[in-house]
């Protein structure tokens, strides 16, 4: 994969993942797409960690059906991105994603599965 320089599935998700959050918080996409996320600054009044990195609000799911849908698995993917990153332009947004994506998999010996790359991606 990475000398044919493509992502295998789990990553392309991470990816497609990440680009549709990406829109989302440019408010790029439908109102009720929009309406599934929460940033941690609407929840409460005062400033904390997460609220001043803009990161969204991690709902809690009872469920593993409600754990890997796409409003808790975004969130999770979202707050794993650093600030500097989420900055980019679409284009540029999706072409550091993809290389920091081939560069874990050149690094990794063994299957990375998403919530793997969530940790593994938040240390970049």
Known sequence: FVSA???PLDLLYFKTVATQMHDISNHLT???ICDLF???DQIHNYNTRSSAKGNY???YSRLNKQ????SRTGVRIWNSIPLHTRDFSKHLFKKKIHSELL???SEE???IEVAK????FSKV
Not at 67 to 70: G, P
Not at 117 to 120: A, N, P, R, S, Y
């Open 117 to 120: 790359l969530v940790k593994l």
């Open 67 to 70: 754990k890997n849908s796409f």
């Open 109 to 111: 010996d063994e299957y």
């Open 5 to 7: 320089n493509i992502l």
């Open 57 to 59: 609000f991690v709902q």
């Open 103 to 105: 560069q874990m998999l």
């Open 38 to 40: 929460t940033t941690a």
């Open 30 to 32: 439908p109102p009720d």
